[in-house]
């Protein structure tokens, strides 16, 4: 038997219902933010990601899906592509490439849709994941760099957390500088790692080489102690850090919206600068963390762009309705109606009669003329619908139909044109 393929996973009613109810309240409050939807491809030009998120990460090193692209015409080249493991990458390089930049305000981009990384699965954690997110991106001018675009944003994902329904989940910040700080953290790492990097993991001996900050990422129990010891990225902030990231703080103390300040955080891609950020949820197990993001000032410029500082955020939408299930108590979708064709010849009349109440917004299946009338019961409880309309010969006869209350048991005639209203109740 063919099965869908380790990592990747069928999602099913009843569950697809409550990720369609999720996207609709996720449009509807980025809507009241102002944003406004991109779709970029699922596939990009290798470079994208090894120039934004980082050789030396590993999602570039070690998860990305890649392969060599051959040509098929003179006219084409042979190119290295990888499905995209994330989107902010993907929603710069738009930016820059349809100049996005020329109204000089600032863009504010939202995305939905599946995200590609080769990792261990497990509870929580697929190959193929879905992520939404959103950046706000524009010249400084605009306001990109100021603190207040990072309070607003994590004010919206607040509320957007507390719509959907969920409780209890904890928000983390932390500021990783901007790249002259990072430069300073870089050598006291260096330094802090050389007479300890002999007892680490194989991976961090290779990135206290290459890109010693990763070596925060590293999740090998033995390495936490180390870890630990090495010096905080908070010592080194310049003065300008310091006082965005107080800003920051600040302005979330007066709206309301707590945080703890984790200094380890440094959420294992290259681009970010200054807020980084997690928003955690207790019923997720190892993998907690619903959602991350942060601040990327120099992102667009090292895929070439315009200086355009930025700060997004991706949820993990998986996990998002992981936490949701947790928390228990999800109605499932409703049919307000089951319609039961009773009798030879009665389907095209009980299609005549679905097709009115679904046109006046009522959510209705049917049955068929070929059903005993126990049959029909039977279905239209399994489906779960609150009345069952009967369409038998007199029914049609009289153009009033005998309606049962599926819960009360009480079975009342209703004429036709009251039918809607009758079961919208
Ligand atoms: P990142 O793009 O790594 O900053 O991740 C942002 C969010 O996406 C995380 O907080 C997770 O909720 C989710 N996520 C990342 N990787 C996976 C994965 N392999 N499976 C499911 N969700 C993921």
Not at 219 to 233: H, M, N, S, T, W
Not at 257 to 272: A, C, H, K, Q
Not at 373 to 399: M, P, R, W
Request: glycine letters at 8%; aromatic letters at 8%.
């Amino acid at each position: 038997m063919l099965k869908a393929v380790r990592g990747t996973r069928d999602l099913l009613p009843p569950d697809t219902d409550l990720w369609n109810r999720v996207e609709a309240k996720v449009r509807d409050v980025l809507a009241r933010y102002n944003y406004h939807e991109i779709r970029t491809p699922v596939f990009e030009d290798t470079q994208l990601f090894s120039r934004s998120v980082g050789e030396e990460t590993d999602i570039v090193s070690k998860e990305m899906f890649t392969w060599e692209d051959r040509a098929r015409a003179e006219s084409e080249k042979a190119q290295s592509l990888t499905l995209r493991p994330e989107n902010t990458a993907g929603v710069v390089r738009a930016y820059i490439e349809h100049g996005l930049y020329k109204p000089g305000t600032l863009q504010k981009l939202y995305y939905i849709g599946p995200q590609f990384r080769r990792e261990r699965p497990q509870k929580g954690r697929y190959r193929q994941f879905y992520q939404i997110g959103a950046e706000i991106i524009g010249p400084p001018s605009a306001g990109s760099e100021s603190p207040a675009r990072d309070a607003e944003v994590l004010e919206m994902l607040a509320t957007l957390l507390d719509e959907v329904g969920l409780r209890a989940w904890k928000l983390e910040l932390n500021s990783v500088g901007c790249a002259e700080d990072r430069l300073r953290y870089d050598k006291a790492l260096r330094e802090a790692l050389r007479p300890v990097v002999g007892q680490m993991c194989a991976d961090c001996q290779r990135r206290a080489e290459t890109n010693p900050l990763r070596v925060l990422d590293c999740k090998v129990l033995e390495d936490q102690p180390i870890i630990e010891k090495l010096p905080r990225i908070s010592q080194y902030l310049d003065e300008a850090c310091r006082g965005h990231f107080a800003a920051v703080r600040m302005m979330l103390d007066e709206i309301g919206v707590t945080y703890s300040i984790n200094e380890r955080m440094v959420r294992g891609l290259d681009y970010y600068t200054r807020t980084t950020f997690e928003f955690t949820h207790g019923g997720l197990g190892a993998q907690s963390a619903v959602l991350g993001g942060g601040r990327y000032d120099g992102l667009s410029e090292a895929l070439d762009g315009p200086k355009a500082p930025g700060i997004g955020f991706a949820i993990g939408e998986d996990r998002l309705i992981l936490a949701l299930q947790s928390q228990g108590g999800q109605p499932a979708g409703r049919v307000q109606a089951f319609v039961a064709p009773l009798g030879a010849g009665m389907n095209r009349h009980a299609l005549k009669i679905a097709r009115e109440l679904r046109r006046a917004g009522v959510t209705a299946d049917m049955g068929d003329e070929e059903f005993r009338l126990k049959k029909s019961f039977e279905l239209a409880e399994k489906a779960g619908a609150s009345y069952i309309v009967i369409v038998g010969e007199n029914e049609v006869a009289a153009d009033k139909f005998a309606v049962k209350d599926l819960a009360s048991g009480e079975q009342v005639s209703v004429p036709r044109a009251e039918l809607p209203e009758f079961l919208r109740k």
